[in-house]
């Protein structure tokens, strides 16, 4: 069983930054990598993706002020999020997609899936 782990959460005021990590137990080869968050009441949606040469996309709503990066010798996944808003508020998990060339932050083409980590971002 594939085991991802997120860390880093937390709370912090509107324009603050928190940087998320993500370790995972797979030990091969990992093609496209993401992260997701899911708000009360609300449906989960990409956040951003990351394929194995570092090609990234991002949603609109966080683009310019979140970054991806990953570490494809520990297949870690970090995300850096600066200028944050109370509408980032949210469950964040991160994802892999072991096989799929194609990397876009649709949760459809995710296979595995950490337990989340919260950030709670106040006015």
């Known amino acids: 069983q594939v085991q991802l782990v997120e860390s880093g959460g937390g709370s912090v005021q509107a324009g603050g930054s928190l940087s998320l990590s993500c370790t995972t137990s797979?030990?091969?080869?990992?093609?496209?990598m993401g992260w997701f968050r899911q708000a009360p009441g609300k449906e989960r949606e990409g956040v951003a993706a990351?394929?194995?040469?570092?090609?990234?996309s991002y949603s609109d709503s966080v683009k310019g002020r979140f970054t991806a990066s990953r570490d494809n010798g520990k297949n870690t996944l970090t995300l850096q999020m600066n200028g944050l808003k109370p509408e980032d508020t949210a469950m964040y998990y991160c994802?892999?997609?072991?096989?799929?060339?194609?990397?876009?932050?649709?949760?459809?083409?995710?296979?595995?899936w950490g337990q989340g980590t919260q950030v709670t971002v106040s006015s």
């Open positions: 994802a892999v997609a072991p096989g799929k060339l194609r990397c876009h932050p649709r949760p459809d083409i995710f296979d595995y």
């Open positions: 797979y030990t091969y080869n990992i093609e496209c």
């Open positions: 990351i394929g194995h040469d570092g090609t990234t």
